[in-house]
Structures are given as C-alpha cells and as structure tokens.
C-alpha cells in the first residue's frame, strides 16, 4: 500500500477520518515523480513517500504546523513527517551543485543528489545544536528570547561550530548567551528538530560560577527557577521539555 504525506509551504496537509486525524493520503507516488519512499515498508505493507501539493488533496483537508501535529498522531507518523519536511526543505534548497553551479539529480542508490557535470555528490544537510539543562540545586536556569517573538522560556541552545566537541560547544553558548561557568556536561538524549534540518544534543550540566548576564542579543532575559514558580515553557514536542520535566521528576 503506497501513502503520502502532502506539504505546502512546510505546512502537512491533514484530513479528518473515524480513528481521528490523518496525515496520510492515497494517491499514486508516479503522479508526483517519486520513486523512494521514506523508510522501508512496514509490516503492514505500507510504503510512505513524501511530495508537495498546493492545493487539498482531498475534500476538507487542512494544513497544519508540524509542532501541532504531535498531539495529533503517533510518535511513529510525527517522526514520519519530519522527515518528510526535512527531505523536501532540503531538495528545494539544494537544487544547483555547490561545486560547479551545474543542475542536481536524485543519486540512483542513496538518499543524496548528485551532479552529473562534475561528480559531486550532496546529501542531506543536518546541522548539529547543543541544548543544556543548567542545574543550581533544586532550580534550574530558563531564558527569555530577545525580541519577544516566543511566548515562553527554555535551555541555552545554540549551533556546534567548526572544530568543536559538544562539550565545548556546550561551555562555549553558556558562557557567551548567559556568562555563566558550568561543570559536570553530562549528554542526555538528542532529537531531530526538522526547523529545518537540525539535530538537537540535550546536556544537562551543574552551576560553577557567574552572575546571570544575558548577551541582549540571543537572550532578553535569564533567570533561575524551581518546580513552583516555573514561567510557561516549551510544549512536549520539544526535547527542551522533556529534560525540564526529567529533572523536576528526579528533583
């Protein structure tokens, strides 16, 4: 059984069924040119390709963010369809060779696109980030955005650089956003952040030395906070919440 996940403009395409939303639609891959599904056929003989469409595919059909799709459907078809919006950001985006400028082409064999004026060959782009739980006895460290855009507080998060472990890119984002010093970095869980192609690496990590100094630039605001007096934090889409609420569950 062949299904798709239907995108416009990163938003998935949604219908309404008896067993509650769906985010899949039966239609025929070769309408769209595709040839690869997602992941490999599931035990059910289902096959999920991925394509985009500007217009319902079915009658009643609605578009939704990705981040509201995960009260919406299992773990399994969420992780389905941020892979689905990873790949198609990533093809519109990596449309010309990087090293000649000549038009790209699907890799016959792997999930990559190649050139076939030089040879070189593109694959996915994902872009490695930090995010740190930062512990002083029973609180935790929460910041605020500078620019008021997001309505709530989390970790210190920011991209790995060239040359840099995750360690120090940990210590490094601390002090740079927050001018704070840490100890004992102690890797958590990851999780893919498809906005659009990152791999967040959760740490958590103890309080050394500092005062709370936010850069103005990243960060408006920081602050210290225990289980009572939390602000609102991110939903439980986020791999923020989940060491927020792992730490206040061992607290």
């Known amino acids: ?21 769906s985010c899949l639609f039966d239609a025929d891959p070769a309408a769209f040119a595709l040839t690869e599904p997602l992941s490999a056929q599931t035990a059910a003989g289902e096959e999920v390709f991925a ?5 319902p595919p079915a009658p009643g059909a609605e578009r939704v963010g990705l981040r509201a799709l995960f009260d919406l459907v299992t773990p399994q078809r969420y992780a389905q369809a941020g892979l689905a919006r990873q790949l198609l950001h990533w093809r519109r985006a990596h449309r010309f ?3 000649c400028g000549a038009p790209l082409q699907r890799h016959a064999t792997e999930r990559a696109m190649v050139c076939p004026a030089c040879g070189h060959t593109a694959y996915p782009r994902i872009n ?7 512990a002083r006895g029973d609180r935790i460290l929460l910041t605020h955005k500078a620019g008021g855009l997001l309505p709530f507080w989390s970790l210190v998060a920011g991209f790995v650089e060239a040359n840099e472990t995750l360690e120090q ?12 010093r840490v100890t004992n970095i102690r890797y958590a869980a990851s999780q893919p952040w498809p906005f659009p192609n990152n791999l967040m690496f959760g740490f958590t990590a103890d309080y050394e030395s500092g ?3 936010p850069d103005g630039v990243e960060i408006a605001e920081a602050g210290w906070f225990g ?3 939390l602000p609102p934090i991110p939903s439980r889409v986020s791999i923020a919440r989940r060491l927020i609420d792992t730490f206040f569950a061992l607290a």
């Open 1 to 21: 059984m062949k299904r798709l996940l239907l995108f416009s403009n990163d938003q998935l395409w949604i219908r309404k069924t008896s067993d509650g939303p």
């Open 51 to 55: 394509a985009e469409s500007a217009v």
């Open 97 to 99: 060779c990087g090293a």
């Open 128 to 134: 490695p980030v930090v995010i740190t739980l930062i």
């Open 169 to 180: 890119a940990v210590a490094r984002e601390i002090a740079e956003e927050v001018g704070l």
């Open 211 to 213: 005062e709370i100094t």
């Open 227 to 229: 289980r009572d007096d």
